[in-house]
Nanobody, 120 residues
Framework: QVQLVESGGGLVQPGGSLRLSCVASGSIFSINVMGWYRQAPGKQRELVAIIPTGGSPNYVDSVKGRFTISRDNAKNTVYLQMNSLKPEDTAVYYC??????????????WGKGTLVTVSS
């Protein structure tokens, strides 16, 4: 079993910044892709950013130039630095990891989410 635990959400004013973190733990052989998704009230979950192992990050157009995803592979941790936040960034942010387990199964895992609220 693999667990993902997010942290760093909260309330921030428009134009402000937040940094989300997500730590993966458990029966991990390797992590192939890590990413962040978000779900705003009344909307479907959408991809925000992903970063494959040894690859380049990809972002949804609405966050390009404002958000930066990064990984610390030694710590099985992914970060999302969010700058110039807008009210429309308000959502629950979910960490995702595509993992090869120690049993060599490839599976998709999700965290429970962390709420980001952008409001004055």
């Amino acid at each position: 079993q693999v667990q993902l635990v997010e942290s760093g959400g909260g309330l921030v004013q428009p134009g402000g910044s937040l940094r989300l973190s997500c730590v993966a733990s458990g029966s991990i052989f390797s992590i192939n892709v890590m990413g962040w998704y978000r779900q705003a009230p009344g909307k479907q979950r959408e991809l925000v950013a992903i970063i494959p192992t040894g690859g380049s990050p990809n972002y949804v157009d609405s966050v390009k130039g404002r958000f930066t995803i990064s990984r610390d592979n030694a710590k099985n941790t992914v970060y999302l630095q969010m700058n110039s936040l807008k009210p429309e960034d308000t959502a629950v942010y979910y960490c995702n990891a595509y993992v090869t387990t120690r049993s060599r199964y490839e599976m998709d895992y999700w965290g429970k989410g962390t709420l980001v609220t952008v409001s004055s």
